[in-house]
């Protein structure tokens, strides 16, 4: 039997229940496929879920998230980390509703022409909602792949050796159901680590099982280690409690997250002297015990906190300020590193007259 119509046989009597799927025979929502492809990147099911939910409650089509306020929406994604693709799925929404009518067009190359769709969600949402024979390769698919044609050459320099063969499996008819019933296997058989070999149906063709090497598929590069970088963020709190929050650029890494104001990140520790100048007023600055340490995909941060209280009585300041007292902190888009920080310093900085 021709490997997509086993694959395919298994799923129909296997396939995983999932928030965004549709029952079989349903068409699918190109919104729901979008959305839920944007947020699994580098998070899992079980995470998402709620928070698709959540999201569907709130903006139930694309034309409503397209007409929501990026705070809004920055706000809904806390907790999912990697917020450029908060950034990205807003612009992403406004462009399809202003220049393809609100739906998102069936074609890789106009897919990937928006902001925060690549290779791989493209093919996802060409395959999945629109039923195009497209080739969807995520971590998942690989390891199949890896394990299925026995490929030792380590990721990342095997992946496009990956694609092309996964692209030559790629059939034409249920190319939706057959991207997902790829990853599905992935996700529950042909899993990291003690694969179930036994209730594959690529078993008997799969040369990494033949050759007892399945588990050990596929190879991968050592990791190198991540840098540290050191920074010092201030927590100023008025004669009313209220502390100041800042909001990032819009561009970049957290861009447009609330967060304290903080030194530029670099290579070498700050000393507090030298820190305060970056400070956003000239106070009796404090340095709280420890630092607070946080890791992001290719670095790890390491933050001092100075604390100080201040007279100001107003709420002016530089363009982005935010006062806030610490009880309303959640009405605004923290990323973990600043709920981390505010968690840190409210401890220790509990309100008027701490210090």
């Given at each position: 039997m021709h490997l997509a119509q086993a694959l395919l046989g298994?799923?129909?009597?296997?396939r995983r229940r999932l928030p965004w799927r549709t029952e079989p025979g349903a068409r699918p929502d190109p919104y729901r496929v979008w959305l839920s492809e944007i947020m699994l990147q580098?998070?899992?099911?079980?995470?998402?879920?709620?928070?698709?939910?959540?999201?569907?409650?709130?903006?139930?089509?694309?034309?409503?998230?397209?007409?929501?306020e990026l705070d809004e929406v920055l706000?809904?994604?806390?907790?999912?980390?990697y917020y450029a693709r908060a950034r990205n799925l807003h612009a992403c929404a406004r462009r399809v509703q202003a220049e393809h009518g609100g739906c998102l067009p069936?074609?890789?190359?106009?897919?990937r022409a928006l902001p925060g769709i690549g290779r791989y969600t493209a093919a996802a949402i060409a395959a999945i909602a629109h039923d195009r024979p497209a080739?969807?390769?995520d971590g998942n698919v690989e390891r199949v792949i890896a394990r299925l044609r026995a490929v030792e050459t380590p990721l990342p320099t095997a992946k496009p050796t990956l694609y092309a063969l996964a692209a030559e499996l790629t059939p034409e008819t249920r190319p939706g159901d057959y991207a997902q019933a790829l990853m599905d296997l992935g996700a529950t058989v042909c899993t990291p680590r003690n694969p179930g070999c036994l209730a594959c149906p690529w078993r008997d063709a799969c040369e990494g099982h033949a050759r007892g090497m399945a588990d050990t598929l596929p190879r991968r590069l050592p990791k190198r280690p991540r840098p540290l970088r050191h920074g010092v963020s201030f927590w100023l709190m008025r004669a009313d409690g209220a502390v100041l929050l800042r909001r990032r650029p819009e561009t970049g890494l957290l861009g447009g997250m609330i967060e304290l104001p903080t030194t530029p990140w670099r290579d070498q520790p700050w000393g507090l002297a030298e820190a305060t100048a970056h400070a956003p007023e000239a106070c009796r600055w404090q340095a709280l015990p420890e630092p607070v340490r946080h890791g992001f995909?290719?670095?790890?941060?390491?933050?001092?906190?100075?604390?100080?209280?201040?007279?100001a009585a107003s709420d002016g300041g530089e363009d982005g300020d935010i006062w806030c007292p610490p009880a309303r902190f959640s009405e605004h888009a923290l990323p973990t590193l600043t709920r981390k920080l505010v968690r840190y310093a409210a401890r220790h900085r509990s309100g008027p007259g701490s210090g």
């Open positions: 298994w799923y129909d009597r296997h580098q998070t899992t099911v079980p995470v998402v879920a709620g928070y698709f939910q959540r999201f569907l409650e709130r903006w139930p089509t694309l034309e409503a998230l397209a007409h929501a706000h809904a994604w806390q907790g999912l980390g069936p074609e890789e190359k106009a897919l080739t969807v390769v995909t290719h670095f790890e941060i390491e933050l001092l906190v100075a604390a100080a209280e201040t007279d």
